[in-house]
């Protein structure tokens, strides 16, 4: 049995004392420990060595104390067990040699058999599990199809992804092409990691953000919602989309159990655009993190006022930033525990 249920408690809808808080992107980047380890070891050697993994993963839980833990690992594993080569370069971040750009580069592609080239992330989620010892439950993800296409066609990290944008409008064909073949990997990925014993998941659409509400609808959300229908009896769904606010309508009633928004959506938009039902995560600015500690206390307890306790999940709108203060994080998590 779980010793802290807050976080799944908000999932199902149910009446908490205070709501649960976790932070995108907890493990990593701005903790002391993480930065030790990346000297050590590569990215990927950090997200294949389910050791490490583990490690990381865990590293906020004892650190920082929030309400889930969240797997250490990569949206983009997928696209490598699909057989396209990403690589994760210093000072540039994703780097893939070989985008995908023509029908050739698509059929290489595989739909790959999860445990041969993913198993180390269900050997992580076990280790993870078994380490977590039910403090709080374990959280795995995925990149939406469509997100995950935008790294895949542009071959780089971008503000506008311009070609990948241009790949979908000039080949849809092929794009729908290739978005199929990542959800069809995506949902045995997220069923082989139900199996292994994830508590709950969430779909990064990342890049929704930038197309028009138009376009969303052809190239982005019905794939994600595929997604949500193969796993939603199974376990609890969270899908965030970075500047999707106009999408809150569909997600609210896809039968993901929560909705994730940013921090340009307020609270009262977010439940009237989501129906007023789900429950909702989010939306502290992650810059905002850099205000004194006294200032994040209160708009904290302010943000919880304006989404209401019940129904929602502290979280960032956005991944944490590098340059964030340990002690200023943990002043966001303390805060929401000293909420009554
Ligand atoms: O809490 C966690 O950090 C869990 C693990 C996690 C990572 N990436 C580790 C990581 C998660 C949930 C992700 C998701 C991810 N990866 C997304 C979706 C979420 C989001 O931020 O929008 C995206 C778009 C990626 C792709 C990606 N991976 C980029 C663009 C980069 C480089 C820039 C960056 O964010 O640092 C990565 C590398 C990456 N993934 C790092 C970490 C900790 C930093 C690089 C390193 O540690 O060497």
């Known amino acids: 049995m779980l010793k802290n249920n807050l976080f ?59 309400d889930a833990a969240i797997l250490f690992s990569d949206i983009l594993v997928v696209l490598q067990a699909m057989q396209l080569e990403v690589e994760m370069k210093d000072n540039i971040g994703p780097w893939i040699p070989n985008p995908v750009r023509s029908k050739i580069d698509l059929e290489k592609l595989i739909i790959p058999d999860i445990e041969e080239h993913l198993g180390y992330v269900m050997d992580a989620i076990k280790l993870t599990q078994k380490e977590l010892n039910q403090r709080v439950p374990l959280i795995g993800f995925a990149g939406s199809p469509w997100t995950l296409l935008c790294y895949a066609v542009q071959g780089q990290g971008s503000k506008t992804f311009d070609k990948a944008k241009a790949f979908c409008f000039s080949k849809p064909k092929l794009a729908h092409d290739l978005l199929q073949k990542i959800t069809a990997t995506t949902i045995l990925y997220l069923k082989q990691k139900i199996n292994s014993g994830v508590n709950a998941i969430q779909i990064f659409d990342s890049w929704g953000g930038i197309l028009s509400p138009e376009d969303y609808n052809i190239f982005s959300w019905p794939y994600i919602q595929q997604i949500i ?70 708009a904290v307890y302010k943000m919880i006022n304006e989404f209401g306790k019940d129904r929602y999940i502290v979280n960032l709108g956005h991944g944490i930033l590098p340059n964030i203060p340990v002690d200023h994080a943990k002043a966001f998590v303390d805060a929401v525990k000293s909420y009554y």
């Open 8 to 66: 799944l408690k908000a999932l199902n809808g149910e009446t908490v004392t205070r709501p649960p808080v976790w932070m995108m992107r907890q493990a990593g980047r701005y903790l002391p420990d993480f930065m030790a380890l990346k000297k050590k070891y590569d990215f990927f050697t950090r997200c294949q060595t389910p050791e490490l993994a583990t490690k990381i993963t865990l590293m906020p839980i004892d650190q920082i104390g929030p």
């Open 229 to 298: 229908d193969e796993i939603k009896n199974k376990i609890p769904v969270i899908i965030f989309g970075k500047g999707c606010w106009f999408a809150l309508h569909d997600m609210g009633k896809s039968g993901a159990s929560a909705v994730g928004v940013d921090w340009t959506c307020s609270a009262r938009n977010a439940r009237y655009l989501s129906g007023g039902q789900v429950t909702l995560q989010g939306n502290f600015d992650p810059s905002r993190l850099l205000s004194p500690i006294p200032e994040i206390t209160e």
